[in-house]
């Protein structure tokens, strides 16, 4: 069975940083091709970023671009997300999610994965 966990989430203030990370187990990680998502109280999910297989091609909403870097490591079963300059704005629940077809390429549709971790609090204070 393949597991998704998220971690890293917290508390930070208006300009800071934090490091997510989601790690996989159940399945060959370097198999899938990952993303994150997140979803704030009230509004829809909505896509963050997105890495291919081998980590050769990322993608990234235009929101967080020249913010953010997402990275993995295969042989660590991880991918991470860097978040730097904070804003409140960036307050919600984010969700690693991962997919098992169209490995070599990235993709912003949620409905494209197939599996999805519980996701992990973030919160920045203004």
């Known amino acids: 069975q393949v597991q998704l966990v998220e971690s890293g989430g917290g508390l930070v203030q208006d300009g800071g940083s934090l490091r997510l990370s989601c790690t996989a187990s159940g399945r060959t990680f370097s198999g899938s091709a990952m993303g994150w998502f997140r979803q704030a109280p009230g509004k829809e999910r909505e896509f963050v970023a997105a890495?291919?297989?081998?980590?050769?091609?990322?993608t990234y909403a235009d929101s967080v671009k020249g913010r953010f870097t997402i990275s993995r490591d295969n042989a660590k079963n991880t991918m991470s997300l860097q978040m730097n300059g904070l804003k409140p704005e960036d307050t919600a629940v984010y969700y690693c999610a991962a997919r098992y077809s169209g490995l070599y390429y990235t993709t912003p549709k949620f409905t494209e994965y197939d599996i999805w971790g519980q996701g992990t609090q973030v919160t920045v204070s203004s």
């Open positions: 890495i291919n297989w081998s980590g050769s091609s990322t």
